[in-house]
């Protein structure tokens, strides 16, 4: 059955990088893009881009741009994300999730909380 | 790109029947038909419950309906139950081939 089983919860400083997880199996990863969605506390879901499949380029949100990349590593089946220059502002879970198609994500990790706190 | 537009809330009571709309523009909703919808429990992952519109994923009750009439995607629960109390979200593929998620609706089963 398809899994995205994504890393543990982290708290950093403002400043410091963070690299998020989505470990996946039970599909051909290479058939399908990545996806990653921000849920801010108490808030809702913000879409930040993509990474495509077969070609691992990645298309970002206009408001993560800079900041934020995408990447993964084929052998290991798992998608990143890593967020450079931490602020308390990208205090949030994200998702990786599994686009079908056109935003149709049909499988969803389980989120990783990002904590920026001094 | 501006999020598309819901209700913050809804109620109704158990056996009921409730709709959220979902309102976006000629850019996104109004120019496509990969609209989603997800549900969401309290700490817990977004589950896909309607796609393309107004088809349902293997598994979803046949409770939950989509239909779409110009820039406006609505979702049906028919028949509430209080399991069915969590929030909702709509997105829509763009003209940009960007997505985007509407700002989400807590509907609550009196």
């Known amino acids: 059955q398809v899994q995205l089983v994504q890393s543990g919860s982290e708290l950093k400083r403002p400043g410091a990088s963070v690299k998020v997880s989505c470990k996946t199996s039970?599909?051909?990863?290479?058939?399908?893009?990545m996806n990653w969605v921000r849920q801010a506390p108490g808030q809702g879901l913000e879409w930040m881009g993509y990474?495509?499949?077969?070609?691992?380029?990645?298309f970002y949100a206009q408001a993560f741009t800079g900041r934020f990349v995408f990447y993964w590593d084929t052998s290991l089946t798992t998608a990143y994300l890593q967020i450079f220059g931490l602020t308390t502002d990208d205090t949030a879970v994200y998702f990786c999730a599994r686009d079908a198609a056109f935003g149709k994500y049909d499988y969803w990790g389980q989120g990783a909380l990002v904590t920026v706190s001094s | 790109q501006a999020a598309l537009t819901q209700p913050a809330s809804v109620s109704a009571s158990p056996g009921q029947s409730v709709a959220i709309s979902c309102t976006g523009t000629?850019?996104?909703?109004?120019?496509?038909?990969?609209v989603s919808w997800f549900q969401q429990h309290p700490g817990r992952a977004p589950k896909l419950i309607i796609y393309d519109v107004n088809n349902r994923p293997s598994g979803v009750s046949d409770r939950f309906s989509g239909s779409k009439s110009g820039n406006t995607a609505s979702l049906t629960i028919s028949g509430l139950q209080p399991e069915d109390e969590a929030h909702y979200y709509c997105d829509s593929f763009t003209s940009s081939r960007t997505v985007v998620f509407g700002g989400g609706t807590k509907l609550t089963v009196l």
């Open positions: 000629s850019s996104d909703v109004g120019a496509t038909n990969y």
């Open positions: 039970g599909y051909s990863f290479s058939l399908y893009s």
């Open positions: 990474i495509q499949a077969k070609t691992g380029n990645a």
